[in-house]
């Protein structure tokens, strides 16, 4: 079966410590997103990647790191710089379309709940 | 820059119509779409429309996008309990694929 698989679900990192959140598809998608969400915020951007070994910075990066070293995988390091990391942490992924009018809809995997203990 | 907005909270009796609206402000946006999320799960795909239709219907879903307002809302018709969730508003920018989402509208379903 294809899909978008996130591991951990519930990860448990100590104050100053750095923490990285797998996600990983077997879709053949080009694009994947890091989202993070906390009650009332909706979905906030941390990082999203175009392309293997590409990837740009989305409105809240500052405190997390990625890599997108093979197309299925985009993992999210929770850095010590991270003030506030406690959080749901939804990775997506989509394929870009061949054409401007072609709709890629972006499936999500179940996340995984970071608390700082 | 880019921003979607919507309302936080609806709530609404089992058999009556909701709608749950959003704003968004890029008018190259492409695509928008709807997606659920059910409590500590990820999101679903609802359903989406492109920038070129006014509206577009599937089943209980009825999407209406007004481009010059830079509108979109969402109406389900004969809401069930099941259809309590948070609802959110998305879309594409297609020149950098970037997907940004707006803050999400709890609905709630009373019996």
């Known amino acids: 079966d294809g899909g978008i698989t996130q591991s951990p679900k519930y990860l448990f990192r100590k104050e100053g410590q750095n923490v990285t959140l797998s996600c990983e598809q077997n879709l053949n998608h080009d694009a994947m997103y890091w989202y993070r969400q906390d009650p009332g915020q909706g979905l906030r951007l941390i990082y999203y990647s175009q392309i293997v070994n590409d990837f740009q910075k989305g409105d809240i990066a500052e405190g997390y790191s990625v890599s997108r070293e093979k197309k299925e995988s985009f993992p999210l390091t929770v850095t010590s710089a991270q003030k506030n990391p406690t959080a749901f942490y939804l990775c997506?992924?989509?394929?870009?379309?061949?054409?401007?009018?072609?709709?890629?809809?972006?499936?999500f995997g179940q996340g995984t709940r970071l608390t700082v203990v | 820059g880019e921003d979607v907005e919507q309302s936080l909270f609806l709530s609404v009796r089992e058999g009556d119509s909701s709608v749950i609206n959003c704003t968004y402000t890029?008018?190259?946006?492409?695509?928008l779409y709807w997606y659920k999320q059910e409590p500590g799960a990820g999101l679903q795909l609802l359903t989406y429309?492109?920038?070129?239709?006014d509206m577009k219907q599937d089943q209980r879903l009825t999407v209406l996008l007004n481009k010059k307002d830079k509108h979109l809302s969402l109406r389900i018709a004969d809401t069930q309990t099941g259809d309590s969730a948070i609802y959110f508003c998305a879309e594409i920018y297609n020149q950098g694929g970037k997907l940004i989402f707006g803050q999400g509208t709890e609905l709630s379903v009373k019996p």
């Open positions: 997506a992924s989509r394929s870009r379309g061949q054409t401007r009018v072609q709709n890629t809809e972006a499936f």
């Open positions: 890029d008018s190259s946006s492409t695509y």
């Open positions: 429309i492109f920038s070129n239709m």
